[in-house]
């Protein structure tokens, strides 16, 4: 577990190590450190560093390579129950082991960190990359990455986790592209007219839930109806067609609205060529 290295001696591998185990699976190394160990030595326990330790993030197990304590100047005993490791140079035993009933041979030690290794290890896990784009201000996540990767930001090693749509980003690429500009022209009292419906909203005290307003683009003057129903649209504006007509004694020519509005009136006027 990473939390157990000396976070002083991690580094992240630039080319991670491929660790064959015993039932053919493949397991990828992308850190290297040393873990400080308190090892049962007999008589005592005593404070040790086993150095450059691979950090393979799928196994929470550490495995002990024979071959290379034998390579570091120490004799492996395996012969239970007195099986120890002995450092060579000095004709000490280092560390004793005990065989567990699964058959494998276990180190009689355990992790030794300190208080503040923890912390500064906890700091150093990978951090998820959606986390790490929203903390620099929504930077780019390719630069995220190289920033991580040229060891640039302190305490973070590794990212991890695929990048996610990030949505204040998304609402920040939109933009408005402005209006055009119009050179249509009215030339009399009903000529043209914009209708939008809206709703619905809380009960008003009449019951109303829903209005639509009609604005005449020649005069610039806005009616609006209250309505309960949205399906009373059509005979508001019915009832506003006759007012308006019959005030100023002109016929509606073109009537401008979205789906809403213009599809229940165009069932209703199928003969009529409102635009
Ligand atoms: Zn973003």
């Not at 190394?29 to 008589?43: C, E, M, Q, R, W």
């Not at 330790?53 to 012969?79: E, F």
């Not at 639509?212 to 949205?230: G, P, T």
């Amino acid at each position: 577990m990473i939390k157990y290295f000396d976070p002083t001696s991690l580094k992240q591998l630039k080319t991670p190590v491929i660790i064959c185990v015993g039932n053919n699976d493949t397991l990828l190394a992308t850190a290297v450190g040393n873990i400080p160990f308190l090892f049962n030595v007999g008589s005592s326990v005593k404070k040790g560093v086993v150095m450059d330790v691979l950090y393979c993030s799928d196994i929470t197990t550490t495995l002990v390579s024979v071959s290379q304590l034998n390579a570091c100047g120490n004799r492996v005993i395996l012969d239970r129950p007195d099986s120890h490791i002995v450092h060579k140079p000095s004709g000490r035993t280092v560390a004793r082991m005990h065989l567990t009933r699964s058959g494998l041979f276990c180190l009689d030690a355990s992790p030794h960190p300190s208080k503040v290794f923890i912390s500064l290890a906890m700091s150093l896990q990978s951090l998820d990359i959606n986390d790490l784009h929203r903390r620099l201000g929504h930077l780019a996540f390719d630069e995220c990455k190289k920033l991580v990767y040229r060891g640039l930001i302190e305490g973070v090693d590794a990212l991890h986790r695929w990048q996610d749509l990030c949505p204040g980003c998304i609402e920040g690429k939109i933009h408005q592209a402005p209006f055009h500009i119009s050179n249509s022209v009215t030339v009399n009292k009903l000529h043209r007219v914009h209708s939008d419906l809206a709703g619905p909203f809380p009960f008003s005290v009449h019951g109303c839930k829903y209005f639509v307003i009609f604005f005449n683009e020649f005069s610039k003057k806005l009616w609006v109806y209250f309505m309960a129903r949205k399906s009373d649209m059509l005979a508001k504006f019915m009832e506003w067609k006759a007012m308006v007509e019959l005030q100023l004694g002109c016929v509606l020519q073109e009537f401008q609205s979205d789906n809403g509005c213009y599809g229940m009136i165009k069932s209703k006027y199928a003969n009529q060529d409102y635009n």
